[in-house]
């Protein structure tokens, strides 16, 4: 038996602000790359299908599966993870807040992907009402439990980042 090897390539991933060369297979899923090669555990692969959203990052600050792009094919964006959604001083950023203080993390596995999917949310309704709440979350799959407390994180991360917003009145 011999083995083969797979061609790889040389990539740039701007990730989080910075910027990572990686050497990888052409097949290499950014999910994948993110937490392999990059070490950043935070992106989650579930299903992977695309389905159930655990994998969910920010690319250009749309939220896209992780899972459904190649390594290769990423380098031409500004990819956020969870890790990325943090402040500036280390702090929790509106969203994480939110889900800490409404109790919306569950076991966790699922909640990076709330993250993003929540962060690029708030940003394009800044004033979701329940129901845009649960439609902005749809594409996310939480086994845990009920949504109830991530429905309530989403409207309480909106205010957060309102009150953070400059030029706001806290």
Same mark, same amino acid.
């Given at each position: ?17 910075? *910027?990572?060369? !990686? ?27 695309? !389905? ?20 290769? *094919? ?13 402040? *500036? ?71 957060? *980042? ?9």
């Amino acid at each position: 038996m011999t083995a083969t090897t797979e061609e790889t390539y040389d990539v740039r991933l701007r990730v989080n602000g910075m *910027a990572y060369d !990686v050497t990888v297979p052409a097949r290499r899923l950014l999910s994948d790359a993110l937490r392999h090669d990059l070490g950043l555990t935070g992106t989650h692969v579930g299903c992977e299908h695309g !389905v159930c959203g655990a994998c969910t990052i920010l690319v250009d600050g749309e939220p896209m599966r992780a899972c459904l792009l190649l390594a290769v *094919a990423a380098q031409e964006y500004e990819i956020t993870t969870v890790e990325g959604l943090t402040n *500036a001083d280390g702090s929790l950023g509106p969203v994480q807040q939110a889900f800490k203080d409404c109790h919306g993390l569950q076991c966790g596995f699922c909640t990076p992907g709330f993250l993003t999917t929540i962060t690029a949310g708030i940003k394009e309704n800044p004033e979701p009402t329940d129901d845009d709440a649960r439609e902005m979350i749809a594409g996310n799959l939480c086994r845990c439990t009920g949504y109830q407390n991530i429905v309530k994180a989403v409207t309480r991360a909106a205010e957060i *980042a309102r009150d953070d917003a400059p030029g706001s009145a806290q």
